[in-house]
């Protein structure tokens, strides 16, 4: 994860976060959240998450897709990835709060898009995977 390894940096986002939680107290959560995913910020996404969920700070709307949020947010984290073992960590949980968001809310309007999601994630992966295969065998 970008920031876990500059601990300074992550406390001045969590100081932000809290900050920014106060003057926000009344409005959604959601935008500042999805702007942390479209910036490739999953693992701040996360702490985002955990945080609103530990100050009771979590809106009927983020409730709603809850499961889907954190999902997105793992798959997100897991991108920065090389290492094969953190890597698979954050795809598993991603793997598992996707699975329980499409147990509990099957007609919800969000599935499809989050399938798509999954899917396109895993097949840029695999590609990934192959290149690098091929690179390995050219040089033996």
């Given at each position: 994860?970008?920031?876990?390894?500059?601990?300074?940096?992550?406390?001045?986002?969590?100081?932000?976060?809290?900050?920014a939680g106060a003057a926000f107290a009344q409005?959604?959560?959601?935008?500042?959240?999805?702007a942390l995913q479209d910036n490739g910020y999953?693992?701040?996404?996360?702490?985002?998450?955990?945080?609103?969920?530990?100050?009771?700070?979590?809106?009927?709307?983020?409730?709603?897709?809850?499961?889907?949020?954190?999902?997105?947010?793992?798959?997100?984290?897991?991108?920065?990835?090389?290492?094969?073992?953190?890597?698979?960590?954050?795809?598993?949980?991603?793997?598992?709060?996707?699975?329980?968001?499409?147990?509990?809310?099957?007609?919800?309007?969000?599935?499809?898009?989050?399938?798509?999601?999954?899917?396109?994630?895993?097949?840029?992966?695999?590609?990934?995977?192959?290149?690098?295969?091929?690179?390995v065998e050219k040089k033996d």
């Open positions: 994860m970008r920031l876990l390894d500059n601990f300074p940096a992550r406390l001045l986002w969590i100081v932000a976060v809290l900050a409005e959604s959560p959601l935008p500042f959240l999805h999953g693992d701040m996404a996360i702490e985002y998450l955990k945080l609103l969920e530990k100050q009771k700070a979590v809106t009927p709307e983020l409730r709603e897709s809850w499961d889907l949020e954190m999902s997105k947010s793992y798959r997100i984290a897991a991108a920065d990835f090389y290492d094969t073992q953190d890597y698979e960590r954050l795809m598993a949980e991603s793997q598992k709060y996707l699975e329980k968001f499409i147990e509990e809310k099957p007609n919800h309007p969000e599935v499809a898009t989050a399938l798509a999601g999954w899917s396109e994630f895993l097949t840029r992966r695999a590609l990934d995977l192959i290149r690098q295969a091929k690179g």
